[in-house]
């Protein structure tokens, strides 16, 4: 970089700043530091977690509890977020992923001493599932052959037979990503649950209990259900003979109690990650929230491929980011987070600092006179800051001579802009998946048809390939096939991916993380490799 151009990003990032933020950090290097002491004690502090029964579960702390406590069909690894054995020992796809066959670990037991066989599960599958179990996560299993007729009154899902030590699922169309999905807390099985019951007696290393003040809950390890998972070491039994969660009315006060030593570790919240990144013990990882430009594709200002690559060269992810969060972003250089492939398209056509030049060449050889451009830049204003909308209007017009017209709206008139799809707007969309598969987001945001193809998009290799995708029966085939569908999206550039969500968390000095990463795929701690 040279240094007219370092110039230019400090004075805007000076400019953004006094327009109202002030930067809030730089990121420490910092590791936790080790200790070797291992069983013992650990306290977390959390806000409340609300409803732990894993289908009525809806909070990032009853999410982080369950997957500490319980046991799912398929676990994560932490690192790679590759799915593993646990209550399923091993599996098969059949029919081009249009079939799926898990065989259960033996011996198992649920918390309240009953066996977990493929008949307890199936039932369990369909507590989620039932339309008067309320749950907000019956969608998971919508794919699941004769989910919509059970939802309607059907005696069961067709979809869901037990056999033997065999559980088995079909789907209506290709799933090669549903052991990822059978991951997710909301899935963990648990047997009916009793009336007025506040936990689940699920199987997992610990069983849970009301601690000593509301929405405190408390994980004693147990080796009753003899449960294990192959996603973290030691078999998943977990370090930690007891795990504390005291509840706190914010997150504020849970990260006091921290400083104060009451806790071992505690979220940071957004006000305090200057301080906490600069104290040993500070853990951060990037997450399946990702934030972009979307245009319509159909419209003649933004149909060229060329023009949507010069609008993505005009903007300094950089200096947005450290303008309005301080550097408490990741920038967007692709759509998957996980991804590092310096050969990959996504890599070589977006940058993470803007080029000016690139994009004007790029402009002229498509005949577009950038004066002649006149883009409104829809965004909902209850979420985006107003110095993200400032940065990115700064920034076309400076670096490509580009008119940005800001345009606020709140949700519902957002939502309305895209669908009427007016005067080849440009949408700032912040995307958070349910699951940290690329289905969800990149055949949710842009395969044909999709309810969350906001902009309509349709491409006929790009459905291919999405179609290939859904039907590689391997974990490996699926992520070669995911990467090919990204690839694709980064070289018509149908939307603008800008940075990545970031979740943030500190440990006490005396916090150990035995495992490969201390912060899962989803940015929560994967408290069975804690030390305290």
């Given at each position: 970089m040279n240094e007219r151009t370092l110039f230019k990003r400090a004075a805007l990032i000076a400019v953004l700043t006094l327009q109202g933020c002030g930067a809030i950090g730089s990121l420490s290097q910092e590791e936790p530091p080790a200790t070797t002491r291992a069983g013992g004690e650990l306290t977390v502090g959390l806000t409340p977690p609300g409803d732990l029964i894993p289908s009525r579960a809806t909070t990032e702390p009853a999410f982080l509890i369950l997957s500490t406590a319980c046991d799912g069909l398929t676990a994560l690894h932490p690192e790679t977020g590759e799915p593993r054995p646990a209550l399923a020992i091993r599996w098969r796809f059949l029919d081009d992923a249009r079939g799926l066959l898990l065989t259960l670990r033996p011996g198992v037991k649920f918390g309240d001493g009953s066996a977990v066989t493929p008949s307890a599960l199936k039932r369990s599958l369909e507590r989620v599932a039932?339309?008067?179990?309320?749950?907000?996560?019956?969608?998971?299993?919508a794919r699941v052959e004769g989910f919509e007729a059970f939802r309607q009154g059907a005696s069961q899902i067709s979809g869901i037979a037990s056999s033997g030590k065999d559980l088995s699922l079909s789907f209506a169309e290709p799933s090669s990503d549903f052991l990822t999905v059978l991951a997710h807390p909301a899935l963990i099985p648990f047997p009916e649950p009793q009336?007025?019951?506040?936990?689940?007696?699920?199987?997992g290393p610990y069983r849970m209990q009301a601690g000593a003040g509301e929405g405190d809950v408390i994980l004693m390890r147990s080796d009753r259900s003899r449960s294990r998972s192959d996603a973290f070491r030691s078999m998943g039994r977990g370090i930690a003979e007891r795990i504390n969660f005291r509840a706190f009315g914010t997150t504020d006060e849970a990260f006091e109690a921290l400083r104060s030593s009451s806790v071992d570790l505690s979220p940071?919240?957004?006000?305090?990650?200057?301080?906490?990144?600069?104290?040993?013990?500070?853990?951060?990882?990037?997450?399946?929230?990702?934030?972009?430009?979307?245009?319509d594709v159909s419209k003649p200002q933004t149909s060229n491929p060329d023009v949507r690559w010069a609008l993505s060269l005009g903007i300094d992810r950089l200096v947005i980011i450290d303008a309005a969060f301080g550097d408490q972003r990741l920038p967007a250089i692709g759509w998957m987070s996980e991804r590092d492939d310096p050969s990959s398209v996504c890599d070589q056509k977006i940058r993470k600092i803007s080029d000016p030049g690139k994009g004007k060449e790029l402009l002229s050889a498509a005949g577009v006179d950038p004066a002649t451009l006149r883009l409104p830049l829809v965004f909902d204003q209850q979420k985006v800051g107003r110095l993200i909308v400032q940065a990115i209007q700064v920034q076309l017009k400076d670096s490509l001579g580009i008119e940005v017209q800001p345009l606020p709206l709140d949700a519902a008139?957002?939502?309305?802009?895209?669908?009427?799809?007016?005067?080849?707007?440009?949408?700032i969309q912040t995307y958070r998946s349910d699951l940290a598969v690329p289905n969800d987001l990149l055949g949710g945001l842009f395969a044909t048809g999709s309810s969350r193809n906001t902009v309509g998009f349709s491409d006929a290799s790009v459905e291919g390939l999405i179609g290939t995708a859904r039907k590689s029966a391997?974990?490996?085939a699926g992520q070669r096939a995911w990467e090919q569908v990204e690839d694709e999206l980064c070289r018509q550039m149908v939307a603008l991916p800008l940075w990545y969500g970031v979740r943030h968390w500190s440990a006490s000095g005396t916090v150990e993380f035995k495992g490969d990463s201390p912060l899962d795929t989803s940015g929560l701690p994967v408290l069975r490799e804690a030390a305290p």
């Open positions: 039932s339309a008067a179990g309320g749950s907000a996560w019956a969608h998971l299993l009336e007025g019951a506040a936990y689940p007696s699920c199987a940071v919240p957004d006000n305090r990650l200057t301080e906490a990144s600069s104290r040993k013990g500070y853990l951060k990882r990037s997450t399946s929230e990702i934030t972009f430009i979307s245009m008139g957002l939502a309305a802009s895209m669908a009427a799809r007016f005067d080849a707007a440009l949408w391997s974990q490996e």
